[in-house]
């Protein structure tokens, strides 16, 4: 446990939170909408400081990000707590999950012992992901200053809810993100997912401002977001901000409380791949559907295949070490080298 950062006092007892653009107002002994920050007395503590619910190793193409240090792996952590409502998020076990002290186990784990554990475990990154990072801002940002000071690099995918400052504070030890853009209707941002579009839009173009690396993902979803009138939009904004933004357009599948509907007709993802074409996004990839030519990385000046994949395994990597295609020299963006 430990203060949290971006909250102001009132005279009440009260606190409003600031670091996301919910501003919960928290009255003595609540918490807030992530349920994962608590007024004890007048002070807003973070629950979740110091407590991972999940670490893992996994491949960076897992979060996706594919032009970050393809074929790497990412040690991977998480607390439990979330800032939105999905109905269905895949890592509900996590996001909708009570901190410790609500009959789960705390584990305390300093900063330190988890980047130490990155480092033995080989992986040239760490990754804030799983549940949504923003709610363990504390924690993420010391785990990752200390990252960065050991040489590894730093990413986190996440939802884009967070406010414009503490977003500029953690630019500076955050080298990629995966941000969800989940629709591009307000109505859906209020109504389903518990929070609003604007904010989300706002964090992809502060982050290519401050120099992080970013790569977005949709998840199709069947009667929310797959029109061809909303997928163009999503591609259109994404191209407005910068054409070299990879765009993950990924299957869904039923889950947590959106049993009813069903997986994403491939062809709903060739649209949203044509959408992308259409608006000049130089990078587009269908996700959830592995052995799809479409989870290839092709070079924008020749076209040749430049990172072979497979599902989240890279199979064949043509490029040389400062990114350029081996076959024609064009440079395709992202971050490949130190
Ligand atoms: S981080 Fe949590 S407590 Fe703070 S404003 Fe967002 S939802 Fe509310």
Redesign the pocket.
């Known amino acids: 446990m430990r203060e949290a950062s971006y909250y102001t006092r009132e005279s009440t007892g009260a606190v409003t ?4 653009p ?3 107002k ?1 009255a003595p002994g609540a918490r ?3 349920r ?2 608590e007024n004890r007395e007048g002070m807003l503590v973070s629950m979740v400081y110091g407590q991972p619910a999940a670490a893992h190793v996994d491949p960076i193409e897992k979060k996706p990000l594919f032009h970050f240090l393809p074929g790497s792996t990412a040690f991977s952590v998480s607390t439990v707590g979330c ?1 939105l409502s999905c109905p269905f998020c895949q890592n509900h076990t996590l996001s909708a999950a009570e901190p410790a002290g609500q009959g789960i186990s705390a584990i305390s784990v300093p900063a330190e012992d988890i980047v130490r554990q990155a480092e033995s475990s080989g992986c040239r990154s760490l990754c804030f992901t799983y549940s949504e990072p ?2 363990f801002f504390e924690y993420m940002i010391e785990m990752a200053r200390l990252a960065k000071e050991r040489g590894l690099k730093t990413n986190m995918v996440s939802n884009g809810y967070i406010e414009k400052e503490p977003l500029e504070e953690l630019a500076v030890c955050m080298d990629a993100a995966n941000i969800d853009l989940k629709a591009f209707q307000e109505k859906t941002y209020r109504k389903i997912l518990g929070g609003r579009l604007e904010p989300v839009l706002e964090t992809i173009k502060r982050m290519k401002e401050l120099g992080i690396w970013c790569e977005v993902t949709t998840l199709v979803v069947p009667e929310m977001n797959d029109s061809e009138e909303e997928l163009s939009a999503i591609a259109g904004f994404l191209a407005e901000c910068g054409p070299e933004i990879p765009w993950h357009v990924s299957r869904f599948h039923p889950c947590y409380k959106w049993t009813h509907l069903p997986p994403t007709p491939l062809e709903k993802l060739r649209l949203a791949m044509e959408c992308a074409k259409r608006a000049g996004l130089k990078y587009v990839y269908a996700g959830n559907v592995p052995g799809d030519f479409s989870e290839s990385t092709c070079c924008p000046g020749c076209g040749k295949v430049v990172i072979e994949r497979f599902g989240f395994s890279v199979r064949k990597i043509s490029l040389e070490q400062d990114g350029t295609c081996s076959s024609c020299g064009t440079a395709v963006d992202g971050v490949f080298g130190d």
């Not at 939170?17 to 996301?20: N, Q, T």
Request: hydrophobic share 30%; aromatic share 0%.
């Open positions: 939170c600031s670091l996301c919910h501003h919960c928290i807030g909408i992530c994962v920050r800032n923003t709610i």
